[in-house]
């Protein structure tokens, strides 16, 4: 079974500081590993996606996520948040037929 | 990159009455497109597996007949709220699978959602 796990529905960061959204999976298959942001009242945007290549992958607007099979982990970092990074992110696992999405975690960037 | 539609983008209806939701994939065939429902302040839901050609494939605890899906191209699906009511009010968010044999990859690009109100 495929499952996703976001530690902190609530992160804040200042703004310039460093981002860092939380992801553990769970997957019987070899997973395919997803990061999305949606901003109000707005449908997913894709930031970027793990499949089986190299396991530091880099997204848009400077997001990047490391796959840790070890730890079971994709966590999503920025190395300097933005004002404008404030959404809710959400992280998903894929079993290649359907998918499985964590709860979400809503970021705040404190100017 | 893949561009999913979906229509309306907003609809306020009466209770009772039904609502259709279009999604459409427009610059690639999707054979597989899924529509999930949304709280606010919560993830996505997967509601139901549309296959371009056969019946839809619900999940557990999604009325089948109360939302009608049909997905009669491959580039259109549809959900139809059926005599809704305002427990039905969410937003509806559907997603189109792009499968390319020739670089293997197999992507869902998903839609701008549907907000849904009903009085």
């Known amino acids: 079974a495929q499952s996703v796990t976001q530690l902190g529905s609530h992160v804040s960061v200042s703004e310039g500081a460093l981002v860092l959204l939380r992801c553990n999976y769970s997957s019987s298959v070899p997973p395919y590993l997803f990061w999305y942001v949606q901003y109000p009242n707005q449908g997913l945007q894709l930031l970027l996606k793990?499949?089986?290549?190299?396991?530091l992958v880099k997204g848009i607007n400077g997001f990047e996520a490391e796959f840790k099979k070890s730890e079971t982990s994709f966590h999503l970092t920025k190395p300097s948040a933005h004002m404008s990074d404030a959404a809710e992110y959400f992280c998903?696992?894929?079993?290649?037929?359907?998918?499985?999405f964590g709860t979400g975690t809503s970021l705040t960037v404190i100017p | 990159g893949a561009v999913v539609s979906q229509h309306p983008s907003w609809v306020i209806c009466k209770s009772g009455t039904s609502v259709k939701i279009e999604c459409r994939s427009l610059d690639f065939q999707a054979t597989t497109m899924f529509w999930y429902r949304q709280f606010p302040k919560q993830s996505l839901m997967l509601m139901a597996t549309s296959n371009e050609g056969s019946k839809a494939t619900y999940e557990q605890g999604v009325e089948k007949d109360k939302f009608l899906i049909n997905h009669a191209s491959l580039t259109l699906s549809t959900l139809t709220v059926t005599s809704a009511h305002p427990e039905d009010s969410s937003f509806y968010i559907c997603?189109?699978?792009?499968?390319?044999?020739?670089?293997?990859?197999?992507?869902?690009?998903f839609g701008p959602g549907t907000r849904l109100t009903v009085l």
């Open positions: 998903a696992v894929s079993d290649r037929s359907q998918f499985y």
């Open positions: 997603s189109a699978r792009k499968y390319t044999r020739e670089k293997s990859t197999d992507t869902q690009y």
């Open positions: 793990y499949t089986s290549a190299a396991t």
